[in-house]
């Protein structure tokens, strides 16, 4: 069973960038974690990451006719895109949001994300952690 694990900007720099936030994890361990929780869950899993908007509602909209299910970490756009809100709320399979930092207590304008309205769950501030769970509650619901 497929599953896609979307990453948007910046976090292809994951255990450079600012790690007293987001973690030592890198990317490249993300995409091994990702992975290895998958398919010890019976899913297969695929990992990306795109620093371009217009790469993602690609992603987005193969994702829609497939009827894929998706964990999506936007980053920086869950909190200024309603170009990917309106991509988002055409997936017919579960759609969970996971941020890796607790996006509430930090700054006022990451308190609101254009995403949570139209995502089945959100995971917020457990660290790459929210991956796997997202992940597992994939396996067992969709
Ligand atoms: C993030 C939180 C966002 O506010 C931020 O812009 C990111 C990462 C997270 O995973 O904690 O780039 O989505």
């Known amino acids: 069973r497929p599953v896609l694990v979307l990453n948007g900007p910046n976090l292809g720099r994951l255990g450079t960038r600012e790690p007293a936030i987001y973690g030592s994890t890198t990317y490249p361990d993300l995409v091994a974690l ?43 756009w869950t909190h200024t895109s309603v170009a990917l809100r309106d991509a988002c709320a055409q997936l017919t399979a579960p759609l969970i949001e996971v941020h890796i930092s607790n996006v509430y207590r930090r700054e006022e304008f990451r308190h609101h994300s254009y995403l949570s309205a139209v995502a089945t769950g959100v995971i917020v501030g457990l660290g790459v952690t929210g991956y796997v769970l997202a992940l597992r509650w994939i396996a067992e619901h969709a």
């Open 34 to 76: 990702c992975e290895r929780a998958a398919a010890e869950l019976g899913l297969l899993a695929d990992v990306r990451q795109t620093d371009h908007e217009g790469e993602l509602l690609g992603w987005l909209h193969a994702a829609a006719d497939a009827g894929t299910p998706m964990v999506l970490n936007a980053a920086g």
